[in-house]
């Protein structure tokens, strides 16, 4: 799942919100410079999980943390669970100033949009 999601192992992470104990031993093992539960300046990705729409509106301040290539995995709730949808989402990120650009299975029960600082805003 890491391969798909980009993580490399020199890789600074930031985990918000994502309580998956599975993906959090895999990070670990892939990306040492991880931490769970705060931000770090100069991330190069942080996984942030969000149900709401109040939950997205957090995304301009997350930017703050990316390098510039970086990027915001929105974590959220997949099929007749979902709460927000994709749309939800890639408005919020445009609202932020961020541009989705990929999509990947997180998990069984979650789903994961990548948001990135456009190429022209870098």
Known sequence: M??????????????????DETFWTQLIDRAA???????????????????????????????????SNGGIWVVSLKGKAAKIKDVDVIAAAKAAGLVDNKVVSFSATHTSLRLVIPVSQR
């Not at 999601?5 to 919100?17: E, N, T």
């Not at 939950?55 to 997350?62: A, C, D, G, V, Y």
Request: hydrophobic content about 40%; glycine content about 6%; cysteine-free.
């Open 2 to 19: 890491l391969d798909k999601l980009g993580v490399k192992p020199f890789h600074r992470v930031s985990v918000i919100g994502v309580d």
């Open 33 to 67: 410079d991880s931490v769970k539960g705060r931000l770090r300046q100069d991330s190069d990705l942080i996984f942030f999980a969000a149900d709401s729409l109040s939950e997205l509106q957090h995304l301009s301040r997350l930017k703050t943390y990316l390098v």
